[in-house]
Every structure is written in C-alpha cells, then in structure tokens.
T-cell receptor, first 112, second 113 residues
Framework: GQQVMQIPQYQHVQEGEDFTTYCNSS?????IQWYKQRPGGHPVFLIQ?????EVKKQKRLTFQFGEAKKNSSLHITATQTTDVGTYFC????????????FGEGTQLTVNP | NAGVTQTPKFQVLKTGQSMTLQCAQD?????MYWYRQDPGMGLRLIYY???????DKGEVPNGYNVSRLNKREFSLRLESAAPSQTSVYFC????????????FGPGTRLTVL
C-alpha cells in the first residue's frame, strides 16, 4: 500500500490565501519530487529535493525537505486561480531501487 | 519534440478482451514507466524499464505485461481485461532512473465493462 502519506486530501481556499500540503514517509527518502496535475491533465514535474533540510523557491512556491529526510512540504503564497490542480509528492526510498512512490495528492481549488 | 505520446486516448473494453496501450518518447530517455491513476490513490507504478532490454515489476503488476520494444517505445498489454482495471494509465520517461524529472504522456482513459 501507499507508504508516502500526503495531507490534506482536499483544500479549498479563497484567492489570495496561502496553501500548504504535507508529505510524510515512514522511511528515509533519497530524494523527493513534486508534481502538479491540472484537472484532466497529466502530472508535470515541479521540483526535486535531495539534501536534508533543503529549501527551494519558485516564485510563490516554497518547497522544503525535512532534516530527517522523511517529510516534505509545498507552500503556495497568495494563491491564484491558475494554482488549481492536484499536487503530488513522490519519494524515492533509499532501499527501493528504481521505484518512486507517489502520495495520494492534495486537490486544491481556488475560489476567485 | 512531441515528448511522450500515448495511444489510444480513450478505450472501452468488455471483460475478457485484450488490448495494448502504446507509448513512445522522442527525448532519448533510457528509463520508461507505466502508472495507473485511480481516484484518491495517487499514481501507482505497474511496470518500469530502467533501460532498453530490461523490465521490472512495480507495485501493481498483476494482470499486465510490458514490452520495451526499443529505446523509444514501451507498451503495456492487458491480456484479459477486468473491471478492476478501469483507470487512467500514464506512461512516463526519464533520462536515467528515478533520480530526476519524469515526463508524463497525456494518458489513456480505459473503461472495462
């Protein structure tokens, strides 16, 4: 079953509010990737984090990788309607070889 | 570059029918993947091919077979479709393994009646 847990499953915000999704693994990860999937579309890569405690920013998006490399978060500041979609984390376990494990995703809706 | 292409886009099958989902990439990537996506389940890996000539089972391989035809093409076959295989299927590729960006195709929406 899923070993990378993602919360919340759904998030509804008003445009301009902030949004955060969290990803947690029971085991240490080699790296973690984040993807965005628009409604009816396919997942699109956003970023990869590799180092313990790493923080990366892309405009209004901030990505963090935990010190223990077991959790990660994606924070969006001042959401816009273009942020609508489902955000997935995907972790590579240190012992898994070639398998990325995806979280269940957080579906974000933004009310204008 | 077309990136990752998949055919067909939609398919309806009856239980017991067989079909092959086609995937091709023009980015000269070594690794290719097949995922299925069900509501609330995220993406689950069915099979992957780390490089041309190799294939390995993922998390949910039962009921599926794959063929890495060449470096560009990776097909997924359902020998005897079941309603539980109703899903959206995504093919993806990456330069080399899971330690980098995966590029996804547009998906195939499969319904098994």
């Amino acid at each position: 079953g899923q070993q990378v847990m993602q919360i919340p499953q759904y998030q509804h915000v008003q445009e301009g509010e902030d949004f955060t999704t969290y990803c947690n693994s029971s085991t240490t990860l080699s790296n973690i990737q984040w993807y965005k999937q628009r409604p009816g579309g396919h997942p699109v890569f956003l970023i990869q984090l590799v180092k313990s405690g790493e923080v990366k920013k892309q405009k209004r998006l901030t990505f963090q990788f935990g010190e223990a490399k077991k959790n990660s978060s994606l924070h969006i500041t001042a959401t816009q309607t273009t942020d609508v979609g489902t955000y997935f984390c995907a972790g590579l376990k240190e012992t898994s070889g070639s398998r990325l494990t995806f979280g269940e995703g957080t579906q974000l809706t933004v009310n204008p | 570059n077309a990136g990752v292409t998949q055919t067909p886009k939609f398919q309806v099958l009856k239980t017991g029918q067989s079909m092959t989902l086609q995937c091709a990439q023009d980015m000269n990537h070594n690794s290719m993947y097949w995922y299925r996506q069900d509501p609330g389940m995220g993406l689950r890996l069915i099979y992957y091919s780390a490089s041309e000539g190799t294939t390995d089972k993922g998390e949910v391989p039962n009921g599926y077979n794959v063929s890495r035809l060449n470096k560009r093409e990776f097909s997924l076959r359902l020998e005897s479709a079941a309603p539980s295989q109703t899903s959206v299927y995504f093919c993806a590729s990456s330069v080399q393994g899971p330690r980098g960006e995966q590029f996804f195709g547009p998906g195939t929406r499969l319904t098994v009646l």
